[in-house]
């Protein structure tokens, strides 16, 4: 069997009807949309309109909001880096910067930047210069013999002056 002989089974599709097309075809004059009124007009789409009741949308109750000031951060493992460091893919003796995750693959785009979290085991000695790092990591980090520097750390509730 070859692609061009490809077929659907017999009784798998079903021609579309034509509707319109006069009162023999059994879909003609209104073309099954009843008779008059809004439904049966053409680019009518009363989304959300549930006859008269009130519209799930509304019942339910408004909660939480979209933070314009929220921070969107790579969050990547320590034992995932250790695993690009050890593939090649990451230089040891480079500091290891967002841009250098997104070309050794680690990270597929460049968000905010990235925070290094501490899952896993770190063998080499790496130089971080990164937006943040967890406590976790940060010990790691400096118990394989090397060093972070955070661009965003937590400033423990204080806000930063600009």
Do not use: C, W, Y
């Amino acid at each position: 069997m070859k692609l061009n002989e490809i077929r659907d089974n017999e009784g798998a599709t079903k021609d579309r009807m034509r509707v319109g097309r006069g009162i023999g075809s059994g879909k003609g004059k209104t073309a099954g949309r009843g008779v008059k009124g809004q439904k049966a007009r053409t680019g009518v789409a009363i989304k959300g309109f549930e006859g008269g009741q009130m519209p799930l949308h509304r019942r339910l109750p408004k909660r939480g909001f979209n933070n314009p000031g929220a921070t969107d951060l790579n969050e990547v493992n320590v034992g995932r880096i250790q695993q690009a460091v050890d593939s090649g893919k990451l230089d040891p003796s480079a500091p290891v910067t967002v841009e250098a995750l997104v070309a050794a693959g680690v990270v597929s785009r460049v968000r905010d930047g990235v925070k290094i979290l501490g899952v896993g085991e770190l063998t080499a000695s790496l130089t971080f210069q990164v937006a943040r790092a967890s406590k976790s990591a940060v010990a790691a980090i400096e118990k394989a013999g090397g060093s972070v520097t955070q661009s965003l750390a937590a400033t423990d509730g204080a806000v930063a002056s600009a």
